[in-house]
C-alpha cells in the first residue's frame, strides 16, 4: 500500500491562505483516488477531498470554492483560500477507498498542523 509524508500548513489568520503538500511512497499511476483528510482538536477524522486519477474533484461541502485538491505523479497539494478557524487540525492524506469507514484506514503518516487564528 502506498504511504504519504505530508509537510506544510503552519499558522495563518482568519482569510489567509495555507498550502499543504504530501509526497507518496512511489508512484500514484494506478491509484484511483488520493484524498486530504483532517482532525481537528477532539473530532474525528474527516473527509476533506478526493481527486481521482481522471481528474474528477469532490469536496466536504463547507470547503468548497475555497480548498482545491491536486495531484501530480508522486505528490498531492491541498492549496486552501479564504481560511476560517475551523479549518485548524491536522491534515492528512492517504489513498482514497471507496466505501471504507475512515476508521478502517491505515499506514496514517505523520499529518501536517494548520492553526487559523487572530
Known amino acids: 500500500q502506498v504511504q504519504f509524508v505530508e509537510s506544510g500548513g503552519g499558522l495563518a489568520q482568519p482569510g489567509e491562505s495555507l498550502t499543504v503538500f504530501c509526497i507518496a511512497s512511489?508512484?500514484?499511476?494506478?491509484?484511483?483516488?488520493v484524498a486530504w483528510f483532517r482532525q481537528a482538536p477532539g473530532k474525528q477524522r474527516e473527509l476533506v477531498a478526493v481527486v481521482e486519477d481522471g481528474g474528477r474533484r469532490t469536496y466536504k461541502e463547507s470547503v468548497k470554492g475555497r480548498f482545491t485538491i491536486s495531484r501530480g505523479a508522486d505528490t498531492v497539494t491541498l492549496q486552501m483560500n479564504s481560511l476560517k478557524p475551523e479549518d485548524t487540525a491536522v491534515y492528512y492524506c492517504?489513498?482514497?477507498?471507496?466505501?471504507?469507514?475512515?476508521?478502517?484506514?491505515?499506514?496514517w503518516g505523520q499529518g501536517a498542523h494548520v492553526t487559523v487564528s487572530a
Open positions: 512511489r508512484s500514484l499511476y494506478g491509484v484511483n483516488a
Open positions: 492517504n489513498e482514497y477507498l471507496l466505501n471504507t469507514p475512515i476508521s478502517d484506514y491505515s499506514h
